[in-house]
């Protein structure tokens, strides 16, 4: 069945750098999503990207899908201490095709940012 | 957010006993999804109905029960269960919009199995 990897698994960074997560799918994808969990929390939607080599921005996020449609990733610039969380992106087969959206999530990165 | 609701928040049960979850969505969605969520493992998608149908079930234990008896609610019926069981479990909703089915998470209810 579809695999989706992401790396890394953990992050620390001193605020005010750089944060980058990476996911791979084993199968293309139709699109892919991304999530932030806080500590506690419930994931939250963030995002969603559906076109080959599509690039959105949310303030300080950068997002990219990739030419392919097989790979993703996540870069948020001088990191705050309200990033702390765990960032999972989640794609969706091409092989979908239905009336919902049945996601394949990744580990997660859990990213700590130290003040 | 109060979009998806679910109760209890935390649950403590013991092997033999049986509990539900309950969870409901007041976003207007036509579909609906439990997932489970260990300290080690991804989210792992156990069922999704769509307008009311089970849809999907990706290999759950029979100890596990989903019931959708409209578009607002959604339940897992536990019975029987093991203490790998002990999770966050989580439900979604979303509304296909073309190309977009974002999803909408409630907070979870935390259980654990003893």
């Known amino acids: 069945g579809q695999q989706v990897m992401q790396i890394p698994q953990y992050q620390h960074v001193q605020e005010g750098e750089d944060f980058t997560t990476y996911c791979n799918s084993s199968?293309?994808?139709?699109?892919i999503q991304w999530y932030k969990q806080r500590p506690g929390g419930h994931p939250v939607f963030l995002i969603q990207l559906v076109k080959s080599g599509e690039v959105k921005k949310q303030k300080r996020l950068t997002f990219q899908f990739g030419e392919a449609k097989k790979n993703s990733s996540l870069h948020i610039t001088a990191t705050q201490t309200t990033d702390v969380g765990t960032y999972f992106c989640a794609g969706r087969s091409r092989a979908g095709g239905t009336s919902y959206g049945k996601l394949t999530f990744g580990q997660g990165t859990i990213l700590t940012v130290h003040p | 957010e109060t979009g998806v609701t679910q109760t209890p928040r935390h649950l403590v049960m013991g092997m033999t006993n049986k509990k539900s979850l309950k969870c409901e969505q007041h976003l207007g969605h036509n579909a609906m999804y439990w997932y489970k969520q260990s300290a080690k493992k991804p989210l792992e998608l156990m069922f999704v109905y769509s307008l009311e149908e089970r849809v999907e079930n990706n290999s759950v234990p029979s100890r596990f029960s989903p019931e959708c008896p409209n578009s607002s609610h959604l339940f897992l019926h536990l019975h029987t269960l093991q203490p790998e069981d002990s999770a966050l479990y989580l439900c979604?909703?979303?509304?296909?919009?073309?190309?977009?089915?974002?999803?909408?998470f409630g907070p979870g209810t935390r259980l654990t199995v003893t």
């Open positions: 979604a909703s979303s509304q296909a919009r073309g190309t977009y089915y974002e999803q909408y």
């Open positions: 199968t293309t994808l139709s699109n």
